[in-house]
C-alpha cells in the first residue's frame, strides 16, 4: 500500500519520502525523529498513512516541525496550545489503514512520555487534517485479532462519548449510530476481511466515534492511556477488556442512556443489563480476553495506577468523578475478572 502511495505521488509530480520509525504506543523520541526526517528534507507537509499510532505521530511531527518548542510544550493543557505559530504547522493528509481510534478527524495526537511511562495528550485546533481518504481498500489486509481490537476501540469512543456528561443531542446521536454500525459490521470485517461493505462501515464509525468524543470520553481511556503507557500494550485492545469494568462501575449513572442505546439497538429489553450482556458477547466473539492478566498486565501497581488514572485529562468527563481508589478498584477488577454477572 505504501509502496503503490509512493508511486503514484511520484507519477504527480509530488516527491515523497517516507518515515515510518514509529512504534505501536508513539513517543516523543518518535516524533523528534520524525522532525527530523522533515526538516532534513525541507517538506511541506505531512501524509499520514497508517493507524491511530501512525497517525498521531504524524500530527504531532506537522505541529511541531516548524516550531522552536519541543513537543510536550503543547500538552493538551490550559492554553498550552497557543504557545505555537499556528503559521509554521504543516497540513495533514489523513489517510487510515485502521478503522478504530478516528484520529483522522481529531485535533489532537496521544504521545508517550518514555521518561516517566505516561501518556500525554499534544493538541492545537490546525492538527485536524485538511483532508481525509477514507478507503476502505488499505484496509482488507488488517488481521482478525487487530480487526477486532481498532472496531473495539471506536466502540469505547462512540460509547464514552453517549455516556460523558453535559448536553450534545448532536453527539449523542453520532454515538448511538456510530455504535449500530460497529454491532451490524464489526463481526463481519472479523470473520471476512475483505468485505468491502463492512471495512467501509467501519471507518464510518470510527470517525464517527472521533467526532462525538469532542463531548468527552472516560475511565476507560484514563485507565487505557495508564495501562498503555506503563505496559505498552494496544491500546484498542486495552479497551476492549476494560469496557465491560468501567461501564459496570458507572452503572449508577449510565442506565438511562443504556436504555436509550439499547432501544435504537433494537433490543428486546433495552437496559443496561442487556447492553452489558451485548458487549459480553462481542468481546467473545471477537476472541478479545476477559481479563487484564491474560495480556501480561499484574496488579503490582495498582496504587500507581489509580492515581494516573484520576488525573488523566479523559478522567475528567467520566459519568462518575472515580478517586484514585476507586480506578484502583476497577482496575483490579479488570486484572482478575470480576464483574456482578
Known sequence: MVVDAVENCKKQGVDVVVFSEVQGNPTGENV????????????????????GSSLDAAKAIALCAGQTRPVWDFEDIG???????????APVIAIPTTAGTGSEVGRASVITDASNHSKKIIFH???????????PEVT???????????????????LEALCAPGYHPMADGIAMEGIRLIRDFLPVA??????????TQLLVASSMGATAFQKGLGGMHALAHTLGGLYDKHHGLLNAILMPYVM?????????????????LGMENPDFDSVLNWVLDLRTSLGIP??????????????????????DPT???????????????????????KLSQ
Open 32 to 51: 523528534e525523529a520524525g522532525i527530523r526526517a522533515y526538516n532534513a528534507g525541507n517538506h511541506d507537509g505531512v501524509i499520514a498513512f497508517g493507524g
Open 79 to 89: 492554553d498550552n496550545w497557543t504557545r505555537a505559530d499556528p503559521s509554521a504547522i
Open 125 to 135: 485546533p490546525q492538527m485536524l487534517p485538511v483532508q481525509v481518504l477514507l478507503d
Open 140 to 158: 482488507t489486509g488488517l488481521p482478525p485479532h487487530i480487526t477486532a481490537a481498532t472496531g473495539m476501540d471506536a466502540l469505547s469512543h462512540n
Open 190 to 199: 472479523y470473520s471476512d476481511g475483505r468485505n468491502i461493505e463492512a471495512r
Open 248 to 264: 459496570e462501575a458507572n452503572k449508577e449513572e449510565i442506565s438511562g442512556k443504556m436504555a436509550a442505546l439499547g432501544q435504537y
Open 290 to 311: 476477559h481479563t487484564l492478566a491474560e495480556i501480561g498486565i499484574p496488579s503490582d501497581d495498582v496504587d500507581r495506577v489509580g492515581k494516573m488514572a484520576e488525573v
Open 315 to 337: 478522567a475528567g468527563t467520566n459519568p462518575i468523578r472515580f478517586s484514585a481508589t476507586e480506578y484502583s478498584q476497577i482496575f483490579i477488577h479488570s486484572v482478575e475478572g
